[in-house]
Every structure is written in structure tokens, then in C-alpha cells.
């Protein structure tokens, strides 16, 4: 069979002309023949079934790069890499279905006029008992931990960066700090949003105050309340588990390593626990770059429990673990402190920190906790 012009080919594979083109100077898809002259290129048939593949992955919407990878694979190894690059699609469009969700509800919320028409007081009169615990650990020479407890705000965020440096996660959640003032439930992500471009600015200026912190950096896992209504912001490995009706939920999503393997299929949940490249992250409030933070709208209800902690906690403890403490009926003080007690006796490789924060209705039990934050000295547990 005879070579097929770039139009014959073109009509054969689905690709336009200019696609063709395209795939020919990125080196994705070659003709065999080029003309000296008229520059015209020429394909052969055999070259169908790969024109073919790249047509069905850019419908798919996977990018060049990663076409070229599934091309060049033994097709059982081409098959398990496009299953892993669609899981990782699923992944982004639950993001933006929340996104969206949270967007459809807020414009519902506004009269004719664009005016917010949400009561600003808490006319569901829920409150918070709360509570939190740091711990320096068995293994780190420091802390650099660092979590906050409020009627408002509860936070958590996992620092890194030089000894002896103030830690970028006690300059990340003092950013933050402001929100306790009280914010309207309809402005509760756009506040929230504005406080986490504030620490980005903050740990900036710390890395840009000595060479030395050039490379300072914080995860940031944050709940801000109002009324029924809470608003999560969460970037790097800290999380947020919900206990609901007897049920343990994680409802953040790492930015790391090991959770995008996890993600794609490479790596099962239990081998990303003791993986050795578990402490790489894809997102952080950074010294020398950005990160956009995953930011959510929840709505609470009177009984449920939330957790937030670093990776020192939940890497030590199985979900198994957390649940049985947090579904143990203690009070949040002693919850916090049975959590850090555990992590410390299974080794403790790393600093923990962790809020426990029960949603209430007042007058039904101590309706909240003293707010305080928790820093670099370990606590008896």
C-alpha cells in the first residue's frame, strides 16, 4: 500500500491538517516522508492506529506530553496509564463540582439588587467545644508545628525550613487570626481566601528577610465558622477529618507525592503510609513560589466532630485509630491528648499538631472551648 498524502491522512485519523503539523514539530507524530521541495509530508497506513490512539486521548483531554508517553507504552502499560490519568481527572472534577455547588448556592442567595440577603447573625445558634495539642515529638530537634483553636477559626500548619527560624506556620495562621473578629456567612470564602493571600505575603517576606529562609514554607489546613455555615481552605498534607453519625470522613485532599500515585493508581493507601518520599509536597505556602489552596463551603450539623492535624498524626495513625478515639465519647481535651499520646508512643518520627472541635447547640452541654494556640514546647498528655 502506498504512502497517503497529509489530507488523506488526516481524513483517515480524525486529526486536521493542522494538527498534523503540530504533532510533527513536537515530534508526537512523524510522516515518514517529507518533500524536498513542496515541504509536503506523506504517512504511512501502518501509522493509522497511533494517529488514531492520539485522536481518542485529546478528546479525553490529556495534554501532549502525556500523549507522547502512552504512545511510546506496551499497550497493557498504555491502558493502565490512561486509567490512572482519568482517575486523576475524576480527582479535579469533584473539585470544581464543589466550586461550582458553592457558587450556584451563593448566587441564589442575592436578591435583585446583588445584595447579599443571609442573615449576618447565627440564626441556627450552633457554637464549638474545642480543643488543641502540639508535640515536638521523639525524633525532631524542634517544633515547627503550630495550630490555633477559636470560636471562629481553627487551624493547623505543618512548617518547614531551618531550626531556630520563626516558623512559617506560626506566621501563616497569625494571618489568619484577624477572622476571629467575625465575618458574614456569605462572605465566608472570599474572607478566607484574602487571609491566606495574606500569610503567602507574610512567609514571602520572611524568606526574603536572610538567604538562609529562602526555603521556608508551611502547610495551611484552616476552618472558619459562622452560623451553620463553615469554610475550609487547605493546602499541603495537614487534614480535616469529619466523625458524622458514627462515620469518619477525610474531606481534604493531600497535595503530595504520594497522594497523586495514590491517585493514579501507582500506589495503594497503605504503601503511601510508609513510602519514602510521603513528606514531598506538590503545594505549600512557599518562600520561593505560590500555591492555590484548595478552598470549600460545608454545612454543619449539631453532633459532628472535626479533626484537624498534621502529618506527624495521621501518618503514625490508621484510620482505624482515629476513628475509635474520636468516636470514644471523651471530651475534646482528653481526645487531643489521647491522639498525641498515641502518636508518641508509635514513635513519634515527626512533630504533631491537632485540633478536635465538637459542633454543639448551646445550653445542651459547655458550648465552647477558651481559644488559644499551641506552639514549639512539647505538652504532657
Same mark, same amino acid.
Given at each position: 500500500?502506498?504512502?497517503?498524502?497529509?489530507?488523506?491522512?488526516?481524513?483517515?485519523?480524525?486529526?486536521?491538517?493542522?494538527?498534523?503539523?503540530?504533532?510533527?514539530?513536537?515530534?508526537?507524530?512523524?510522516?515518514?516522508?517529507?518533500?524536498?521541495?513542496? +515541504?509536503?509530508?506523506?504517512?504511512?497506513? %501502518?501509522?493509522?492506529?497511533?494517529?488514531?490512539?492520539?485522536?481518542?486521548?485529546?478528546?479525553?483531554?490529556? !495534554?501532549?506530553?502525556?500523549?507522547?508517553?502512552?504512545?511510546?507504552?506496551?499497550?497493557?502499560?498504555?491502558?493502565?496509564?490512561?486509567?490512572?490519568?482519568?482517575?486523576?481527572?475524576?480527582?479535579?472534577?469533584?473539585?470544581?463540582?464543589?466550586?461550582?455547588?458553592?457558587?450556584?448556592?451563593?448566587?441564589?442567595?442575592?436578591?435583585?439588587?446583588?445584595?447579599?440577603?443571609?442573615?449576618?447573625?447565627?440564626?441556627?445558634?450552633?457554637?464549638?467545644?474545642?480543643?488543641?495539642?502540639?508535640?515536638?515529638?521523639?525524633?525532631?530537634?524542634?517544633?515547627?508545628?503550630?495550630?490555633?483553636?477559636?470560636?471562629?477559626?481553627?487551624?493547623?500548619?505543618?512548617?518547614?525550613? !531551618?531550626?531556630?527560624?520563626?516558623?512559617?506556620?506560626?506566621?501563616?495562621?497569625?494571618?489568619?487570626?484577624?477572622?476571629?473578629?467575625?465575618?458574614?456567612?456569605?462572605?465566608?470564602?472570599?474572607?478566607?481566601?484574602?487571609?491566606?493571600?495574606?500569610? %503567602?505575603?507574610?512567609?514571602?517576606?520572611?524568606?526574603?528577610?536572610?538567604?538562609?529562609?529562602?526555603?521556608?514554607?508551611?502547610?495551611?489546613?484552616?476552618?472558619?465558622?459562622?452560623?451553620?455555615?463553615?469554610?475550609?481552605?487547605?493546602?499541603?498534607?495537614?487534614?480535616?477529618?469529619?466523625?458524622?453519625?458514627?462515620?469518619?470522613?477525610?474531606?481534604?485532599?493531600?497535595?503530595?507525592?504520594?497522594?497523586?500515585?495514590?491517585?493514579?493508581?501507582?500506589?495503594?493507601?497503605?504503601?503511601?503510609?510508609?513510602?519514602?518520599?510521603?513528606?514531598?509536597?506538590?503545594?505549600?505556602?512557599?518562600?520561593?513560589?505560590?500555591?492555590?489552596?484548595?478552598?470549600?463551603?460545608?454545612?454543619?450539623?449539631? +453532633?459532628?466532630?472535626?479533626?484537624?492535624?498534621?502529618?506527624?498524626?495521621?501518618?503514625?495513625?490508621?484510620?482505624?485509630?482515629?476513628?475509635?478515639?474520636?468516636?470514644?465519647?471523651?471530651?475534646? %481535651?482528653?481526645?487531643? +491528648?489521647?491522639?498525641?499520646?498515641?502518636?508518641?508512643?508509635?514513635?513519634?518520627? %515527626?512533630?504533631?499538631?491537632?485540633?478536635?472541635?465538637?459542633?454543639?447547640?448551646?445550653?445542651?452541654?459547655?458550648?465552647?472551648? +477558651?481559644?488559644?494556640?499551641?506552639?514549639?514546647?512539647?505538652?504532657?498528655?
Amino acid at each position: 500500500m502506498g504512502l497517503l498524502t497529509i489530507g488523506a491522512f488526516a481524513r483517515a485519523s480524525r486529526l486536521s491538517p493542522k494538527a498534523l503539523r503540530l504533532y510533527d514539530e513536537l515530534g508526537l507524530l512523524r510522516p515518514v516522508r517529507v518533500d524536498p521541495v513542496s +515541504g509536503y509530508r506523506f504517512y504511512h497506513p %501502518d501509522q493509522l492506529e497511533v494517529a488514531r490512539l492520539v485522536a481518542w486521548l485529546r478528546r479525553l483531554g490529556m !495534554p501532549l506530553a502525556r500523549i507522547r508517553v502512552v504512545c511510546e507504552l506496551p499497550p497493557a502499560d498504555a491502558a493502565r496509564e490512561v486509567a490512572a490519568y482519568w482517575r486523576q481527572v475524576e480527582v479535579d472534577i469533584e473539585s470544581r463540582r464543589n466550586l461550582a455547588a458553592f457558587l450556584t448556592d451563593q448566587l441564589s442567595r442575592k436578591d435583585s439588587s446583588g445584595k447579599d440577603t443571609e442573615m449576618t447573625e447565627e440564626p441556627t445558634g450552633l457554637a464549638i467545644r474545642y480543643a488543641v495539642r502540639t508535640d515536638r515529638g521523639l525524633v525532631r530537634e524542634s517544633n515547627q508545628d503550630f495550630a490555633y483553636a477559636g470560636s471562629r477559626l481553627l487551624a493547623v500548619a505543618d512548617g518547614f525550613g !531551618p531550626y531556630g527560624a520563626p516558623p512559617a506556620s506560626a506566621v501563616a495562621i497569625e494571618a489568619l487570626k484577624p477572622l476571629e473578629s467575625g465575618v458574614p456567612a456569605g462572605d465566608l470564602l472570599n474572607a478566607l481566601q484574602d487571609a491566606v493571600h495574606n500569610a %503567602d505575603v507574610a512567609i514571602r517576606e520572611l524568606g526574603a528577610s536572610d538567604p538562609a529562609l529562602a526555603g521556608v514554607g508551611t502547610t495551611l489546613t484552616a476552618m472558619l465558622w459562622s452560623g451553620s455555615q463553615l469554610a475550609l481552605v487547605h493546602v499541603g498534607d495537614s487534614r480535616v477529618y469529619l466523625l458524622r453519625d458514627g462515620e469518619l470522613f477525610q474531606i481534604t485532599h493531600d497535595h503530595s507525592v504520594v497522594q497523586s500515585l495514590v491517585d493514579e493508581g501507582r500506589l495503594t493507601p497503605e504503601e503511601a503510609m510508609s513510602h519514602p518520599q510521603r513528606a514531598i509536597l506538590l503545594r505549600a505556602l512557599h518562600a520561593g513560589r505560590g500555591a492555590e489552596p484548595d478552598l470549600r463551603l460545608h454545612e454543619a450539623r449539631p +453532633g459532628d466532630r472535626y479533626l484537624l492535624c498534621s502529618d506527624g498524626l495521621h501518618t503514625v495513625l490508621d484510620t482505624a485509630t482515629l476513628h475509635e478515639v474520636l468516636a470514644g465519647g471523651d471530651d475534646p %481535651d482528653t481526645t487531643v +491528648g489521647r491522639l498525641v499520646q498515641a502518636a508518641v508512643a508509635a514513635g513519634g518520627p %515527626d512533630n504533631i499538631a491537632c485540633v478536635v472541635a465538637d459542633v454543639v447547640r448551646p445550653g445542651t452541654d459547655r458550648d465552647a472551648g +477558651g481559644g488559644h494556640s499551641a506552639a514549639a514546647r512539647r505538652q504532657p498528655v
